[in-house]
């Protein structure tokens, strides 16, 4: 049973509760689950079997596909208020995960029961469209990813992450490739070539935007020698 902080966080990131049938709204608060989850903690795993609806209320959750070579790329991240797609695309088509849920920072989560959230889902509609709708946007940031890893250049999806974390990014040479879908060696060097060029300073676990018009010309090289 959920306490009552724990239902007003949920209520917070997730109002669609309000807005569900009040004998669904009893059995969310009688059979939903709270767990606390340290940072570095693996949620699932490739072929993890998924039993339960995750829905953080604080903290950070990666999701990511790694390789046999030990990389990774980052999918998305779940935050407070978020769904993860990957389970829902479990929890309905009764797969196991292909996919690593990874904690960035301690996260609260909620967790519904298989059960019930195929009973949300069937009973209802408000529920059903909030599910699907998010469902439908993280899926376009997907194919979009799809595009960049596809069509650009590194060193312009590089420039491109600095620029949306900007003015300072507090992180690591290996966070950055992982996120990226590369090697920590291939990214500290494009970094140096950023910093050479006058456009970031770069310190033990920071990175600092200096110059964001030489990053922005970096990040748009392509689509200029296109035209």
Known sequence: MLTETVLNQLLKHYPVFHQIPANLQHQVLQT??????????????????????????????????????????????IRPGDSCILTVSCLLGNQGYTACGILDRPVTAV????????????QSETFR????????????????????ISFQRL?????QRLLHRAPVLRTTHQQLADELGSVREVISRLLNDFKEQGAIAVERGKIQIVNKAILEQIAQIERDLSH
Do not use: W
Not at 155 to 159: G, I
């Open 129 to 148: 469209i909030h599910v699907f709708q998010f469902f439908g946007q993280r899926l376009a940031e997907l194919i979009q990813l799809i595009e960049q």
């Open 32 to 77: 939903a689950v709270t767990h606390h989850l340290p940072t570095n903690h693996l949620l699932f795993q490739e072929e993890d079997v998924c039993c339960n609806f995750i829905m953080p209320i604080s903290g950070s959750i990666r999701v990511v596909k790694p390789d046999v070579s030990g990389r990774e790329i980052l999918l998305y991240r």
């Open 111 to 122: 967790a519904i029961p298989k059960p019930l959230f195929i009973d949300l889902i069937t």
């Open 155 to 159: 060193d312009q999806r590089l420039a």
